[in-house]
Nanobody, 122 residues
Framework: VQLQASGGGLVQAGGSLRLSCAAS????????IVWFRQAPGKEREFVAA????????DYAESVEGRFAISRDNAKNTVFLQMNNLIPEDTAIYFC????????????????WGQGTQVTVSS
């Protein structure tokens, strides 16, 4: 399956962005979808995950309450709504797909999309 992330951009602190992860060549509903991000000079980190059914979600503590992950399986797309953005959210955001049932520490996705840049100015 090929993943295409989009929706990044430049936004002021306190603003919002919605990222999309669209799939082709496969059915997204067959996968756990995970968003990661990587800031300059830092390691890639987990942001949010959503299970195949869309009912179970997981978030990093740093984004809990500000970000919301959702999926529209009919459109083969997963979304990451990011509200109340802060400069520390600046990073390249990647979506990834895994055949795992749920998110766990150390999970290595089966498929990766290219990243989309999010820049939050203070």
């Amino acid at each position: 399956v090929q993943l295409q992330a989009s929706g990044g951009g430049l936004v002021q602190a306190g603003g919002s962005l919605r990222l999309s992860c669209a799939a082709s060549g496969g059915t997204l509903s067959n996968y756990l979808i995970v968003w990661f991000r990587q800031a300059p000079g830092k390691e890639r980190e987990f942001v949010a995950a959503i299970r195949r059914s869309g009912i179970g979600t997981d978030y990093a503590e740093s984004v809990e309450g500000r970000f919301a992950i959702s999926r529209d399986n009919a459109k083969n797309t997963v979304f990451l709504q990011m509200n109340n953005l802060i400069p520390e959210d600046t990073a390249i955001y990647f979506c990834a797909a895994s055949g795992a049932t749920y998110m766990y520490v150390g999970l290595i996705p089966d498929f990766w999309g290219q990243g989309t840049q999010v820049t939050v100015s203070s």
